[in-house]
């Protein structure tokens, strides 16, 4: 197959950059495009080995504490989202847990280290959370009763969920005047917690000791010396109490924001008591921020955030411990986000963008605060129909594997470009994003390849005939995807897939997320503020 060889050749002992052209006619492209600039562009493969490795189930979503009266800015958007009151018999909520088989959910927040544990043996009345603006966080310490628990077990066995519990890592401290929280963790409560959830038989996938306290903390802070023993603590507890039980819980920490000379002490002094270290991420600022949207639609912004995933492979790299890192909590905007950027179309740019940069890095679980709540949930508080975001976690959890490649993309800077080998099927999953409004991107994909060519000259570009790779014949197929939002409005929370809008239908039940068939010789098209995933059946080296 010849195709014409831009500036982008490399000839490296075999190596060469080899063309194929992907493409796609959506329902709405002969029209669509009118009036749209069309620029070229080329997304470069290397196929020979992952540069990181996720888990299966990569996609978390999170579930938190907030009661109702949790207000920002003058706005109280929680409603009946806690775990406290949250309706466990709605259909669509089950259904959107279930549609991921399995999802994951961390149960934690900002208040979780005000939570107590009504087991039997909490001799204190359990009792709810009340608001009180002189309490740190705003609230009073609350109570989480066990026939509560039970419930929230039900729902997510049901559901076919995978839980990481956060516990209350501030119980037995004092805090002093400087902020700090000082003293060893009283476990106590935590362990009957725990004993009465293998008692039920409950299975717990992970759990998760303390909420923002490391580094500067948020509300307090504990040093990292004195977190480091209380993991340990914890460790011995879990393993104790599950002594016969397989595979025992991961044992997870810190849950706060990244500050690399604290998470290198703590990641020391934890040895292998810790199986995964997580970290919290809000990079675009305050919800309230009136330029939130310009942030997530210029590249160099969203680019800051490799850093931290940088930093924190390299840190973890460095230290003894084999604990691996998770993202335990991203709702991009703090302070519950800002409705209708976090819970509308354009978040899906951030969301997306941050899933796959994370992968390069290495993370292998990402949690989305929220699943449900705030103005960043992937589901409506109030309705629990799904936002944009939900349907791009499902399309990414059903269709990015495990294995991520080395990519990058010439033509725009306003094209984010990642690729992993497929999760259903022999192949990759390409994700492209769209970041400009107007320019419709031409994409063309160049794989390396170290197999035999000749070498064709025709007009005064240079051609390269190849014989196809591995797995892509001609004539062969691949599936599109793509997102857009409804009538191109960014602040839309209604989403099109291939030009058809997603919604549940009146028994709740989540949409089928149908591809496009495309055959593979032909251009990717990437349309203006859209987002294509593209299943292209190229089989390479670093997919087995």
């Known amino acids: 197959m010849s195709s014409k060889m831009g500036s982008g050749v490399c000839v490296m002992g075999l190596c060469f950059w080899v063309y194929i052209f992907c493409c796609s006619f959506i329902s709405v492209n002969a029209n669509s495009l009118v009036g749209d600039a069309n620029v070229e562009g080329t997304v470069f493969i290397d196929g020979n080995k992952a540069i990181g490795k996720i888990d299966d189930d990569f996609v978390c979503a999170t579930l938190d504490w907030w009661p109702p009266e949790k207000c920002d800015y003058g706005t109280c958007s929680w409603g009946l989202a806690s775990l406290f009151n949250l309706d466990l018999n709605n259909n669509i909520f089950l259904n959107a847990v279930k549609a991921f088989a399995p999802l994951k959910i961390r149960l934690g927040g900002s208040l979780q280290d005000k939570v107590i544990y009504g087991t039997e043996d909490d001799k204190e009345p359990c009792v709810p959370f009340v608001h009180n603006t002189s309490e740190m966080f705003g609230f009073t310490q609350g109570c989480l009763p066990m026939p509560r628990w039970d419930e929230l077990n039900a729902f997510f066995k049901k559901a076919g969920a995978k839980i990481i519990f956060g516990l209350n890592a501030l119980t037995g401290r004092s805090i002093h005047s400087d902020g700090s929280a000082v003293g060893p963790w009283d476990y106590r409560n935590a362990e009957s917690l725990i004993r009465y959830t293998v008692k039920k038989n409950y299975t717990i996938h992970g759990w998760e000791l303390g909420n923002e306290l490391c580094g500067s903390g948020v509300g307090t802070r504990v040093a990292a010396n004195q977190y480091a023993l209380d993991t340990i603590s914890l460790q011995n507890i879990v393993h104790a109490i599950y002594n016969a039980i397989e595979p025992k819980p991961l044992i997870i920490a810190p849950g706060g924001f990244f500050d690399a000379n604290w998470f290198k002490e703590f990641l020391d002094k934890t040895g292998n008591s810790l199986d995964v270290a997580t970290h919290h991420i809000y990079n675009l600022g305050p919800g309230v921020d009136q330029h939130l949207v310009e942030k997530i639609l210029d590249p160099s912004y969203l680019d800051g955030e490799a850093t931290t995933f940088s930093d924190l492979k390299n840190t973890l790299r460095s230290s003894p411990t084999s604990a691996v890192a998770w993202v335990g909590e991203a709702g991009g905007a703090y302070n519950s986000g800002h409705n209708l950027?976090?819970?509308?179309?354009?978040?899906?740019?951030?969301?997306?963008?941050?899933?796959?940069?994370?992968?390069?890095?290495?993370?292998?679980?990402?949690?989305?605060?929220?699943?449900?709540?705030?103005?960043?949930?992937?589901?409506?508080?109030?309705?629990?129909?799904?936002?944009?975001?939900?349907?791009?976690?499902?399309?990414?959890?059903?269709?990015?594997?495990?294995?991520?490649?080395?990519?990058?993309?010439?033509?725009?800077?306003?094209?984010?470009?990642?690729?992993?080998?497929?999760?259903?099927?022999?192949?990759?999953?390409?994700?492209?994003?769209?970041?400009?409004?107007?320019?419709?991107?031409?994409?063309?994909?160049?794989?390396?390849?170290?197999?035999?060519?000749?070498?064709?000259?025709?007009?005064h570009h240079k051609t390269k005939l190849i014989r196809l790779p591995s797995g892509l014949a001609e004539g062969s197929m691949r599936e599109e995807y793509h997102l857009t939002a409804k009538d191109g409005n960014l602040h839309s929370q209604t989403m099109l897939l291939n030009g058809n809008i997603l919604t549940v239908n009146s028994s709740g039940d989540i949409p089928r997320l149908e591809p496009l068939y495309v055959n593979s010789s032909k251009p990717i098209f990437v349309r203006p503020f859209s987002i294509v995933f593209a299943v292209i059946p190229i089989v390479f080296p670093a997919c087995g």
Request: glycine share 6%; charged share 15%.
């Open 341 to 459: 950027v976090t819970n509308a179309f354009v978040f899906s740019f951030w969301y997306l963008d941050q899933l796959a940069m994370s992968s390069v890095y290495d993370t292998k679980t990402y949690c989305r605060q929220s699943l449900i709540g705030g103005n960043y949930g992937l589901l409506n508080t109030t309705t629990f129909v799904p936002n944009p975001d939900y349907y791009s976690a499902l399309l990414w959890h059903r269709l990015m594997g495990r294995n991520v490649l080395s990519t990058s993309f010439s033509g725009t800077k306003k094209i984010r470009a990642y690729v992993h080998c497929a999760k259903q099927s022999k192949g990759i999953t390409l994700l492209l994003i769209n970041l400009d409004n107007s320019t419709t991107v031409q994409a063309e994909v160049a794989y390396n390849s170290t197999r035999s060519l000749r070498h064709k000259h025709k007009h």
